[in-house]
Nanobody, 123 residues
């Protein structure tokens, strides 16, 4: 079992930045590929970014490529999502998730989920 707790969300103006954190507890964090997903009101949950167990490989949705950066610190059991040049369309609840296999853009592949953190970008 892995418990995930996101933090760092908030209200920011368009063009601003936020850094989300996801702290993991339970089983060995480095065993898991990690992903970030988001869900806006009335929309389905969508993939944002993913990172391999070692952090050596990262993957991004086209909509955030070049603006968001996913990273992890296995010593701190934490995965991060640095979000720059934020746009109003980035407004959503952001979730981190853990996958005991390879990083994936498919939500159904993830085994554990956090409770989410709200990100609101004003225009």
């Amino acid at each position: 079992q892995v418990q995930l707790v996101e933090s760092g969300g908030g209200l920011v103006q368009a063009g601003g930045s936020l850094r989300l954190s996801c702290a993991a507890s339970g089983r060995t964090f480095s065993r898991y590929a990690m992903g970030w997903f988001r869900q806006a009101p009335g929309k389905e949950r969508e993939f944002v970014a993913a990172i391999s167990r070692s952090g050596g490989s990262t993957y991004y949705a086209d909509s955030v490529k070049g603006r968001f950066t996913i990273s992890r610190d296995n010593a701190k059991n934490t995965v991060y999502l640095q979000m720059n040049s934020l746009k109003p369309e980035d407004t959503a609840v952001y979730y981190c998730a853990a996958d005991d296999m390879a990083p994936s853009a498919q939500a159904r592949g993830y085994d554990y989920w956090g409770q989410g953190t709200q990100v609101t970008v004003s225009s």
